[in-house]
């Protein structure tokens, strides 16, 4: 690996070497504008020395950005001084140089990670490339098919939706676990990755209700008011079609039947989790036939502020009826693309059996 590609690669680490290199940098980099400016202010007047403020800004931690803005100011605002009289232009630029020192410091120190912006931004980044590689259904048999889709409140990138899916080495048992977090978009973020990265250790491992028990365990040790979750666990067995719905609090799944062409509603629905020590879990359970399909959801899909949850489900079984009379490809972004827009996270997941 060459030298800039390490010397990229351990700053992107964040590490206090690194930070104290890039400090080492920016502050050659000054002190040789300096040396121009205080030979020619003309070649580098003190407006040229804002981009070593942008520079730090993007580059260095608060506790090394400070050093370097005090060299900024102190060389930049020195050669001012050295080059002349202070007219009005030049005090007007003095002022200008100090109040933007003194906002870019203001804006480094609210970074809640404690890294530059491009490190926090591109944290986040990874945190939502996992989230959403955890909720990758792995590749199917054949006659067997699902797809999901998903969008965060406002238009975000980061929800408190999210799916958690595992298939057997025998590729015969499928388990899915569609989750809706309290809150929702961006604020959601943290804790969905959070409770994701616990049911991505938990599934497969145990039966549909003591995974949901043992989900419901960890939300309680989280003891914030805001650490519960609605909940729904899908088993399928996919070489005979039978099926196990369990439902901790979420909207109840609809199963597809092809005979006469509707979506049927199954009654599971129990407790969120994170609520109580015991929550009630309740499970339903079917075979799926060639040609039919389940179908799971989160409530930002069917509620509202101007209906109610049974008149959202009537609508989604009307829209969901539609969306599949096209064929089943691509139903679950079709439902969804009939959402109206809304303040909450919203998710569809359809499991299809081909005939």
């Known amino acids: ?69 005090g060299l900024v100011l102190v060389v930049g605002l020195g050669a001012m ?6 007219t009005s232009s030049r005090a007007a630029v003095a ?21 530059p912006g491009p490190l926090s931004e591109a944290l986040l980044a990874e945190l939502k490339a996992r989230l959403q590689a955890q909720g990758t259904v792995p590749a199917l048999p054949a006659g067997w098919t699902a797809q999901s889709a998903m969008i965060a409140s406002h238009g975000a990138d980061y929800a408190g939706d ?24 961006v604020a959601a973020g943290p804790q969905a990755l959070h409770f994701a990265g616990a049911l991505d250790g ?3 491992a145990l039966p549909p209700q003591e995974l949901m028990r043992a989900a419901n365990r960890f939300l309680l040790r989280q003891r914030s008011e805001e650490s519960f979750a609605t909940a729904v666990h899908v088993l399928v067995d996919l070489a005979d079609g039978c099926w196990t719905v369990t439902s901790a609090g979420h909207p109840p799944a609809l199963r597809y039947d092809a005979a006469a062409a509707t979506w049927r509603l199954d009654g599971a629905r129990g ?39 049974d008149e959202g489900i009537g609508w989604l079984q009307r829209t969901a009826r539609e969306a599949v009379a096209r064929g089943f490809a691509g139903a ?9 827009r809304g303040d909450d996270d919203r998710a569809v997941l359809i499991l299809h059996r081909a005939t």
């Open 1 to 69: 690996m060459s030298l800039p590609a390490t010397f990229v690669r351990e700053w992107r680490s964040g590490s206090w070497d690194s930070q104290r290199r890039v400090l080492v940098l920016l502050c050659v980099g000054v002190l040789l504008a300096g040396l121009v400016s205080w030979t020619d202010y003309q070649k580098l007047p003190a407006t040229t020395y804002f981009v070593w403020l942008l520079l730090g800004m993007l580059t260095l931690r608060f506790e090394a950005l400070l050093p370097l803005t």
């Open 81 to 86: 001084v050295r080059a002349g009289p202070l």
């Open 95 to 115: 002022a200008t140089l100090l109040a933007s020192a003194a906002l870019i410091l203001y804006q480094s120190s609210r970074q809640r990670s404690g890294l």
């Open 162 to 185: 999210f799916l958690v899916a595992a298939l057997s080495d025998d590729e015969r048992r499928l388990e899915m676990v569609l989750v809706d977090v309290c809150g929702k978009g």
């Open 202 to 204: 938990l599934i497969g």
């Open 271 to 309: 407790t969120a989790l994170g609520v109580v020590a015991e929550p009630e879990l309740v499970s339903s359970s079917g075979t799926l036939a060639p040609g039919e399909a389940l179908m799971f959801y989160t409530d930002g899909v069917v509620e509202s502020r101007d209906s109610d949850l």
């Open 332 to 340: 679950a972004q079709r439902v969804l693309d009939q959402v109206s």
